[in-house]
């Protein structure tokens, strides 16, 4: 079993920065696909990002294509999502996520492990 904890939350203003880190342990961590999802006030939680096992492939939602980024590090087990030029409209819980796939997916039935959620607000 895999347990991960997310880290790296906090208030900041449209435009700025941000790097979220997941931190995974308990299991053979390069065995996972890894994921970010995010979940606002009132909506259910959506996908963000996803990394393969190995890091060569990538996926992201529409929302966030171009402006996020996802990694791993598969020897200190943490996956990484660099958000740049936030939005208030990225403001969500965001939640890490590992999943006993092939592939990547978008789904949260495919995810078999959840963080408790790290808080990411952005001001306009």
């Known amino acids: 079993q895999v347990h991960v904890v997310e880290s790296g939350g906090g208030l900041v203003q449209a435009g700025v920065s941000l790097r979220l880190s997941c931190a995974a342990s308990?299991?053979?961590?390069?065995?996972?696909?890894m994921g970010w999802f995010r979940q606002a006030p009132g909506k259910s939680r959506e996908f963000v990002a996803g990394v393969s096992k190995s890091g060569g492939r990538t996926r992201y939602a529409d929302s966030v294509k171009g402006r996020f980024t996802i990694s791993r590090d598969n020897a200190k087990n943490t996956v990484y999502l660099q958000m740049n030029s936030l939005k208030p409209e990225d403001t969500a819980v965001y939640y890490c996520?590992?999943?006993?796939?092939?592939?990547?997916?978008?789904?949260?039935?495919?995810?078999?492990?959840w963080g408790q959620g790290t808080q990411v607000t952005v001001s306009s």
């Open positions: 996520a590992a999943a006993r796939t092939q592939t990547v997916l978008p789904d949260v039935w495919a995810y078999d492990y």
């Open positions: 308990g299991g053979i961590f390069s065995t996972y696909v």
